[in-house]
């Protein structure tokens, strides 16, 4: 049980990929950075 405690802590400490550039097309998640060649994000509202 303590092992899967921790396991979920070291998931959850990896870097993710912003919610609003899933999918997006003009950009890549390497892993660990969300690289975009857009200066300002097509996919915000604002």
Known sequence: MKALKELKEFVDYLPKQPRLCRGCVWGT???TK???SKIKCVRSTT
């Open 29 to 31: 998640w390497d892993g």
């Open 34 to 36: 969300q690289y975009c």
